[in-house]
């Protein structure tokens, strides 16, 4: 049973255009949710996170949306680089304390 | 800053042998998890510890183990290897209590032979 899910496995946008990564969940009693990225042979590297409590939250290039009715978060990069290319994992957690249940993540490249 | 390390990077085994995997969290974390990702797979939660204690389990198998030292150190037992144990294992860390995000370290590679 998948509680995080990411449908789509890939993503290629043009360097500077905007890259839109989606991610759904099941499970109510999630309440933060946050983005790693990922290399080949390095461990996932926190990019942004947002709380239940919020529809929004910006770091610089990166922008996550969550939408609690529809259970349904999207994580914005613009403009998109081509050092952006990597994957991307969507994660939830249920309290402060408690593990990270991951997406199957997507793979996104950016073309130069 | 510091990161978190793991040791060894790369660790080949024979199945039915035992392997440990380490974990040195970030300095005044003292909390660790324990994730393994599968080829293709997302990471799956194995366990976690508080303060040495286990604060919550996940699909870790019986043949599994783990402990966390009093210098928040932690360590994964895994004996009688099987194929299917081949992944990559990940350690994150974080400090009990806050919404921080969950640090990740670079990962142990487990190639069961």
């Known amino acids: 049973d998948q509680q995080v899910k990411q449908n789509s496995p890939s993503l290629s946008v043009q360097e500077g255009r905007i890259s839109i990564l989606n991610c759904d969940y099941t499970n109510s009693m999630f309440d933060y949710f946050l983005w790693y990225k990922k290399y080949p042979a390095e461990g996932p590297t926190f990019l942004i996170s947002?709380?239940?409590?919020?529809d929004k939250n910006e770091d610089g290039r990166f922008t996550v949306f969550l939408n609690k009715s529809a259970k349904h978060l999207s994580l914005h990069i613009v403009p998109s680089q081509p050092g952006d290319s990597a994957v991307y994992f969507c994660?939830?957690?249920?309290?402060?304390?408690?593990?990270?249940?991951f997406g199957k993540g997507i793979t996104l490249s950016v073309r130069p | 800053a510091a990161g978190v390390i793991q040791s060894p990077r790369h660790l080949i085994k024979e199945k039915r042998e035992t392997a440990t995997l380490k974990c040195y969290p970030i300095p005044r974390h003292d909390t660790v998890y324990w994730y393994q990702q599968g080829p293709g797979q997302d990471p799956q939660f194995l366990i976690s510890f508080y303060e040495k204690m286990q604060s919550d389990k996940g699909s870790i198998p019986d043949r599994f183990s783990a402990q966390q030292f009093s210098d928040y150190h932690s360590e994964l037992n895994m004996s009688s290897l099987e194929l299917g144990d081949s992944a990559l294992y990940f350690c994150?860390?974080?400090?009990?209590?806050?919404?921080?995000?969950?640090?990740f370290g670079p990962g142990t590679r487990l190639t069961v032979l």
């Open positions: 994150a860390s974080r400090r009990w209590g806050s919404y921080n995000e969950q640090f």
């Open positions: 947002i709380s239940s409590i919020k």
């Open positions: 994660a939830a957690k249920a309290g402060a304390n408690s593990k990270l249940t």
